[in-house]
């Protein structure tokens, strides 16, 4: 397998303009995590899924971040309208199951100027 | 509230030498422990995973170890190389109404000088 991957790996944008981050799991992974790392901040979960459902999405900054996973093999975190603050490296993670490793994809580094 | 923390934050050390690295739990209520490197711009690569029944996990010159009680994990590197210079997290799988749900400790730079 391919491992997690993500798109795309850069994203440079201006203020107010729609983001989409993309990220395909693993095959066969039923939890998919996405993740914000800043200096600042540290890795901050933002949201996850178990089965195409969310179960926690209470590390979603505010309701310009909103997050899909409309299958097992594919999932979205969506910025509208974006702002400088956003400026971060998100991550997306999978796994099988409760209790097993997780894998993390390589990130996608977005600027918002 | 799960709260994770690593100590110390940046290590400084030369090649060959043996280290620990700690993290502490708040919750003692978890699945498990999983052990990343970072290494600077990338992704995080799981290292070790140790469930809640498990004392200790070996990987080369990797060993973790876990006492859920207490709230504590060290991951302890052998014989540094400067190779093995990254940032180390550390996650806890927690258990609860966060099912599944992993939450990090900020890391600890370590920085191996020939």
């Known amino acids: 397998d391919a491992g997690v991957i993500q798109s795309p790996r850069h994203e440079v944008t201006e203020m107010g303009q729609e983001v989409t981050l993309r990220c395909k799991p693993i095959?066969?992974?039923?939890?998919l995590f996405w993740y914000r790392q800043t200096m600042m901040r540290g890795l901050e979960l933002l949201i996850y899924?178990?089965?195409?459902?969310?179960?926690?999405d209470s590390g979603m900054p505010e309701d310009r971040f909103s997050a899909k996973m409309p299958n097992a093999s594919f999932s979205t975190l969506k910025i509208q309208p974006s702002e400088p603050r956003d400026s971060a490296v998100y991550f997306c993670?999978?796994?099988?199951?409760?209790?097993?490793?997780?894998?993390f994809g390589q990130g996608t580094r977005l600027t918002v100027v | 509230k799960q709260e994770v923390t690593q100590i110390p934050a940046a290590l400084s050390v030369p090649e060959g030498e043996n280290l620990v690295l700690n993290c502490s739990f708040t919750?003692?209520?978890?699945?498990?422990l999983q052990w990343f490197r970072q290494d600077p711009g990338k992704g995080l690569t799981s290292l070790l995973l140790?469930?809640?029944?498990?004392r200790e996990q070996t990987s080369g010159r990797l060993n973790a170890s876990l006492d859920k009680s207490s709230g504590r994990s060290t991951l302890y590197i052998a014989a540094s190389q400067p190779g093995d210079s990254a940032t180390y997290l550390c996650?806890?799988?927690?258990?609860?109404?966060?099912?599944?749900?992993?939450?990090f400790g900020q890391g600890t730079i370590l920085t191996v000088h020939p």
């Open positions: 993670a999978s796994k099988i199951g409760m209790v097993t490793e997780a894998f």
């Open positions: 095959s066969g992974h039923d939890y």
């Open positions: 899924f178990n089965n195409n459902v969310p179960i926690d």
């Open positions: 919750d003692s209520a978890i699945y498990n």
């Open positions: 140790i469930q809640s029944s498990q």
């Open positions: 996650a806890v799988n927690a258990g609860g109404t966060s099912y599944g749900k992993l939450t």
